[in-house]
């Protein structure tokens, strides 16, 4: 099992910046993939951003070029650094562990972002 616990949500203006974090525990070694998806109000869950244990980072079109995902040092913390924040960026944000073999599906709890004036 692993066990996924997401921080760094908040309050901010068009235009600004927030950093994710996802600090993941449990089954690291069996992780095929790393990611971040997103749910905006009243709308399905979306992809934001993957990192396989093994390939290249992929980004949605809509947050290319303005959100960067990464691993901590200890590889068992990704973080999601989001700059130049938009209106349509506000949802509930979900660290999300994809495991080898089986590909089921380990989700954090969220952490809610909203971009404002």
């Known amino acids: 099992q692993v066990q996924l616990v ?6 901010v203006q068009p235009g600004g910046s927030l ?3 996802c600090a993941a ?3 690291m ?3 095929e993939r790393m990611a971040w998806f ?9 992809l934001v951003a993957t990192m396989p244990s093994a390939g290249a980072i992929k980004y ?3 947050v290319r070029g303005r959100f960067t995902i990464s691993r901590g040092h200890a590889k068992n913390t990704i973080w999601l650094q989001m700059d130049n924040l938009k209106a349509e960026d506000t949802a509930v944000y979900y660290c999300n562990a994809r495991m080898e073999v089986t590909l ?7 952490t809610q972002v909203t971009v404002s004036s």
């Open 6 to 11: 997401e921080s760094g949500g908040g309050l």
């Open 25 to 27: 525990s449990g089954s």
């Open 19 to 21: 950093n994710l974090s």
């Open 29 to 31: 070694e069996s992780i």
């Open 104 to 110: 089921y599906n380990y989700w954090g709890q969220g």
């Open 38 to 46: 997103r749910r905006p109000p009243g709308k399905a869950r979306e």
């Open 60 to 62: 949605a079109d809509s």
